[in-house]
């Protein structure tokens, strides 16, 4: 049985190519060792990719991709996305014209309806016309990256449908490193000192909040603020001007753009605290990664982040800044109770396994193969 499998965001470091990447190349693994019946083909729905796209994309899947059909290869020359590829995992909003079968359709948030002021009419657009077509898609079988997504989800579906909950994994790549390995890693990249800054990692736009976060640390006590800059990791984004402006003017604050794997391993390690509290995430990928490098983490109160973090994270009214600012001083003045906190962090984390949610989703594509024969 043919699966294609949409790989046209695996070369991006946002949530959607990491699931591509890290969802591929589990399932690749599960395949192998059950030696199910199936061949995966690498299907591009977004848009057609480039010479270099493919070959960036082949990279980013690094052995997993000698398991995929890749258009133009001459085991199977189609390039087309439609065809014989039954079933099909869909997980970047898009959804080829013309297909006839199952559809297995991955959401990973719905922000862009609950939170439309913090995005693009043009990503709005494109999430929307994705949902809508799922929809007009008869065997569309609807996933969820958590239960909050899903809670969300379900009364936008059509009548009938179910949404089944596969939880983000979070790769062994994050883990407690030595001590020592990660201060020299932090001198000589950035220039900072173990445990003496706050951390947030992801795009520069309205739903990660930065600007209260921006606020909150500029509320901290004085003599905390010069002891801990907040640093900030992660790529430009959209809807910032204000933002950057702001954060251009305070001397108690580091932008470091985006960053390498390694040098973020680096940074959630020696981190006095990482902060992350975005309005509202689909699962919340940085806050997983974050505890598995067993740090001090503080996220909102909201959407799927509590069902991620659990009791291993503070959480706090990502709308107050007052509450963050306030939540932020207790941890910076109190290390012992960062080291406690910090301990719970790659247990829980471990409770997110790529391999886990491959099985689970191989079990539904084998499943919904025996339905259709």
Not at 17 to 45: F, N, Y
Not at 55 to 60: D, V
Not at 190 to 209: A, D, T
Request: glycine share 6%.
């Amino acid at each position: 049985m043919d699966v294609g499998f949409d790989l046209s965001k695996a070369h991006h470091a946002d949530g959607i190519g990491t699931w591509q990447r890290e969802m591929g190349r589990a399932l690749v693994t599960q395949i192998q060792d059950r030696k199910a019946p199936l061949r995966l083909r690498a299907l591009s729905l977004t848009s057609p990719w480039s010479d270099r796209d493919g070959e960036q994309i082949r990279t980013a899947m690094g052995d997993a991709a000698d398991l995929f059909q890749w258009p133009g290869d001459e085991k199977d020359s189609s390039s087309e996305p439609t065809g014989s590829a039954t079933p099909m995992v869909s997980s970047a909003w898009a959804v080829p014209t013309g297909l006839q079968g199952v559809l297995f359709f991955v959401v990973h948030d719905l922000t862009f309806l609950t939170h439309p002021h913090c995005h693009t009419e043009a990503n709005r657009l494109h999430c929307l016309e994705g949902l809508l077509r799922a929809a007009l898609i008869t065997e569309c079988r609807y996933l969820a990256v958590s239960q909050a997504t899903a809670d969300v989800l379900g009364p936008w579906l059509p009548e009938g449908s179910s949404v089944t909950v596969i939880h983000n994994g979070v790769s062994p790549f994050w883990r407690p490193t030595a001590p020592d390995q990660v201060a020299e890693t932090l001198h000589e990249s950035f220039g900072l000192e173990m445990e003496r800054f706050v951390l947030s990692v992801g795009s520069f736009e309205p739903r990660k909040n930065l600007d209260r976060l921006l606020t909150a640390h500029q509320q901290l006590p004085e003599p905390l603020r010069r002891q801990f800059p907040l640093v900030l990791a992660g790529s430009q984004g959209w809807k910032n001007e204000d933002l950057l402006a702001r954060l251009s003017r305070d001397p108690h604050v580091r932008l470091l753009g985006r960053v390498s794997e390694p040098d973020l391993l680096a940074l959630y390690n020696g981190a006095a605290v990482f902060a992350y509290p975005s309005l509202a995430e689909g699962f919340g990928l940085p806050a997983a990664e974050a505890l598995a490098c067993g740090a001090a983490v503080l996220v909102s109160n909201t959407s799927s982040l509590p069902e991620v973090v659990g009791n291993a994270a503070e959480w706090v009214d990502p709308e107050r800044p007052e509450v963050i600012s306030s939540a932020l001083a207790d941890l910076l003045a109190r290390p012992q109770k960062r080291k406690e906190l910090a301990a719970r962090g790659p247990a829980r984390a471990a409770l997110f396994s790529w391999q886990a949610s491959a099985a689970k989703l191989l079990d539904l594509i084998l499943q919904s193969g025996a339905e259709i024969s």
